[in-house]
């Protein structure tokens, strides 16, 4: 099992950057696919990038390819999601999810989530 825990996020104008962290608990972090997911107000939770046990292979909703970049760290037990140019439309809490079995881009078959991070564009 692992508990997970999101910070960094918060108000910024839209072209800035945020760096997002998920501290996983645990000793087998390595062992779990991670993912990023996002729920804006009224709408439903939607994936925004996953990453491998080892972090050697990622992929990412078209929707931020090219501005977010998910990473980890498992010395640190970490996830992260450096996202810049932020626009307006990526205004919604942020979750962090993991599984030990590759899950993809549907959220509800990660097993585990953290209780998310806000984070809003101004226009």
């Known amino acids: 099992q692992v508990q997970l825990v999101e910070s960094g996020g918060g108000l910024v104008q839209a072209g800035g950057s945020l760096r997002l962290s998920c501290a996983a608990s645990?000793?087998?972090?390595?062992?779990?696919?991670m993912g990023w997911f996002r729920q804006a107000p009224g709408k439903g939770r939607e994936f925004v990038a996953t990453?491998?046990?080892?972090?050697?292979?990622?992929y990412y909703a078209d929707s931020v390819k090219g501005r977010f970049t998910i990473s980890r760290d498992n010395a640190k037990n970490t996830v992260y999601l450096q996202m810049n140019s932020l626009k307006p439309g990526d205004t919604a809490v942020y979750y962090c999810?993991?599984?030990?079995?590759?899950?993809?881009?549907?959220?509800?078959?990660?097993?585990?989530w953290g209780q998310g991070t806000q984070v809003t564009v101004s226009s």
């Open positions: 999810a993991a599984d030990p079995t590759d899950r993809g881009t549907t959220s509800a078959y990660y097993d585990y």
């Open positions: 645990g000793r087998t972090f390595s062992r779990y696919y």
């Open positions: 990453i491998n046990q080892s972090g050697g292979s990622t």
